[in-house]
């Protein structure tokens, strides 16, 4: 959860919450969410209740995903939620969530990108957008990837538009790839079918068909996995949103990080502080994902995005509202 004001064409944060409480877990076996997973959920969502009556929080969304999109009671859920906080669930559709997280990276696109794939690996889904910004003028191509807020497809009016060429949002993300390969005992073999596999599922995604040029290609990564992966790149000791948000890392310096999750194995990854217990289940299946996209498209360089889906809703909203400087977009 994040709580922000508007503050100039950005937003300033005034209280966050986040806690992992993997709600899809076990979803790829029973096609429906466990009551441990639920209890969970909703004992996070109570605090983030506490905290939004703390600050009079006037204007709000509050939104669900993948695991309440796939699951048979995730209706259900949804209803007891709202009966024991009194919080109403929106179930997203796949598109909103790639375009939130989209927006939501704005601000991290260069002016010399033409070629943008934004990447969000979330829990039960990984959405990819490709976007053509060749024919915005460099200045506005951050704001262009700001209007896609109201939809992929949509009149510019007298702006120059980012096109949409593709996206697609493929029903793996770090906790159902996981749960595929769970049968799988040895950690190296998991993480290659896993890799392979995820690759596999991106096959229908029109511009890996063709060929790009390497110049003026960009990628932004999006994800708790991302991030993690950034946090031991760096070797720090506690987070630091500051030094990760908007770090560039290489191709190289990916694989290495991979190689020192897989040498370190479960029970090292579990007492990892910068992995931490409630992640090290899922870094590996979130780490296939990623060295499989780096694998498929022309770049050896990723955008480290700490950011997502919260900030996308509260980008639109705020956008939609028109209280950003420059907007509304």
């Not at 889904?125 to 896609?148: C, F, K, Q, Y």
């Not at 996995?225 to 031991?232: K, N, R």
Request: with cysteine; net charge positive; glycine share 10%.
């Amino acid at each position: 959860m994040l709580i922000a004001q508007p503050k100039g064409s950005q937003f300033h944060v005034v209280d966050s919450f986040s806690k992992t409480v993997q709600l899809g877990h076990g979803l790829e076996q029973t096609g429906r969410l466990s009551r441990a997973s639920m209890n969970r959920t909703i004992g996070a969502i109570r605090i983030c209740r506490q905290k939004l009556q703390k600050h009079g929080v006037r204007r709000m969304r509050l939104v669900a995903t993948e695991a309440c999109r796939r699951a048979k009671n995730g209706r259900a859920f949804l209803a007891q939620v709202q009966r024991e906080t009194g919080l109403r669930l929106d179930v997203i559709r796949p598109e909103e969530e790639a375009r939130l997280a989209v927006i939501s990276c704005a601000p991290l696109v260069s002016t010399k990108t033409e070629q943008l794939l934004v990447v969000d690996i979330g829990g039960g889904s990984t959405e990819l957008v490709w976007i053509d910004l060749s024919n915005v003028p460099r200045p506005e191509r951050p704001g262009a990837i700001m209007r896609l807020h109201s939809g992929f497809k949509q009149d510019p009016g007298p702006f120059a538009a980012a096109k949409v060429v593709d996206w697609i949002s493929v029903p793996l993300g770090v906790a159902t790839l996981r749960d595929q390969f769970h049968d799988v005992e040895d950690d190296a073999a998991r993480f290659a079918l896993m890799s392979w596999f995820f690759e596999e599922n991106l096959s229908g995604f029109a511009p890996s068909a063709s060929e790009q040029a390497r110049d003026g290609f960009q990628i932004i990564g999006t994800s708790g996995t991302v991030t993690t992966v950034a946090a031991s790149h760096l070797g720090l000791r506690r987070y630091d949103r500051n030094k990760v948000d908007g770090l560039r890392m290489t191709s190289d310096q990916i694989d290495a990080v991979i190689r020192d999750y897989l040498a370190l194995g479960p029970e090292g990854r579990r007492d990892d502080p910068r992995i931490g217990r409630d992640r090290q289940a899922l870094i590996m299946s979130g780490s296939a994902i990623l060295q499989a996209l780096m694998r498929l498209w022309p770049t050896d360089r990723l955008s480290v995005a700490d950011r997502g889906l919260r900030e996308g809703l509260l980008y639109a909203q705020m956008s939609a509202d028109g209280v950003l400087e420059g907007g509304p977009y």
